[in-house]
Structures are given as structure tokens and as C-alpha cells.
């Protein structure tokens, strides 16, 4: 799975929109992005994915570059329980490539919101 | 809930005791996943199974983890000899293969954890 690169940490002020960004310039055309976040002492919980569109849920929004190099996942309205780490995750189709098919976690960033 | 449930959520052991941790996945997820997560680290995948088929363990720490599950419903997994280095959070995820005409990778949903201290 390729390789991605996120700050270690932000800070966005409660209320307002939320953007972390993911650099994965070595993704391949079949790899998907997806997101999780962790909160403290919690299982990482699953956020959202997308393949080359655009997605939204009632959790967030992801906006993935035409070229698929980077993403940014939208928190709209963020709130004090929006603080976590962020996991932004590539991930290869298993089912036709074939392989482990375990996540590869990074660091994430640490996402303070501030009150 | 109809979640993923780990137990016991919390073990304290001494080292060189045996230990084994429990994962019931969400109904009719044929796939279960275990990690480590060790302090400031992010998850550590081990091993997984489809049904009770185990899929991938060469993952495994070392020949003192092992993992089963038998009748492809909950799993287990077991540290013997347990060394102070095992102290972390152990996860398990759980998912449900798709149909391959529909594409994507299936999503691992996780649960909340056994956080192990070996003393």
C-alpha cells in the first residue's frame, strides 16, 4: 500500500470547519484513501473513503485531487468531541490483487479543537 | 449495541503468565482483524481471518502469539510467556467481504480494545 504523509498536529477552533490534509503521492490506480480517527483510548473508528470522487457522509467530506496525489478530509462544524488523531490510510483492493489485508496506519495528526 | 466487543477491556498480568482476549465481530462479518497499538504509535496489523479460515500470520509478533477462531464467529487471541514489551492495546476489526462486482475493499470496523500491562 503507498505510503502518506499528514501533520502531526493541528488546531481549528470549535465551530469552525476542520481541514486535514494527506499527502499519498505514490498511490496507484486502485488504491482507495480512507479515513480514521481514534479518540483517546478508544478502537479508531471509521470515517469515510473514496476512490477519485469526491464523497460525502454525515461525518465529513473528502475532497481527493484530480491527479490523486493528496486529499483533505472536511470536518464542517467541528466540535470538542472531534478531538483525535486522524488516520489517513491507502489501501489496495485486496480482492484482486490479492495479499494481506490488514491496514497500514501512519502517525495520523493530532486534531485539537479548541473551545 | 451491535458493535464490536473486546474482553476483558483492561489486564494487568505478570510477566510470563498466559493471557487470552476475546473478539465477538458484528453480525455476518466473515472477516476479523487483529492489531497492537503500542503508546504514540498507530495500530500494528497482526493477523486476519475469512470465516475461520486464518488468511495471514506472518504477521504475528512471535511464536508466543496465536490466534483462532473456530467456528468462524468470535476469536481469540492468546500470549503465552508474556513479556513486559507486550504491554499495548490489542484491537480487532471486523468486516464484510463485498461482493466483487461491487468493488472497493471492504471496511474494518473496529472495536474497543484490550489494553494489556504486563508487570
Redesign the interface.
Known sequence: DAKTTQPTSMDCAEGRAANLPCNHSTISGNE?V?W?RQIH??????II?G?KNNETNEMASLIITEDRKSSTLILPHATLRDTA?Y?CIV??????SGG?????????THLIIQP | DTG?SQDPRHKITKRGQNVTFRCDPISEHN?L?W?RQTL???????T?FQNEAQ??K??LLSDRFSAERPKGSFSTLEIQRTEQGDSAMY?C?SSL??D?LA???D???????T?LTVL
Do not use: N, W
Not at chain 1, 100 to 108: I, S
Not at chain 2, 40 to 46: A, D, I, S, V
Open positions: 482507495y480512507y480514521y483510548s478508544q478502537g479508531p473508528q471509521y473513503h476512490l488523531v488516520y489501501r489496495v483492493d485486496r480482492m484482486l494481506a489485508d490488514g491496514l497500514t496506519f501512519g502517525k495520523g | 464490536v472477516r482483524y492489531y504514540g504509535q498507530g495500530p500494528e496489523f497482526l486476519y488468511l495471514e506472518s504477521r484491537l476489526a467481504t463485498r466483487r468493488g472497493g475493499p471496511t474494518q470496523y473496529f472495536g474497543p480494545g489494553r
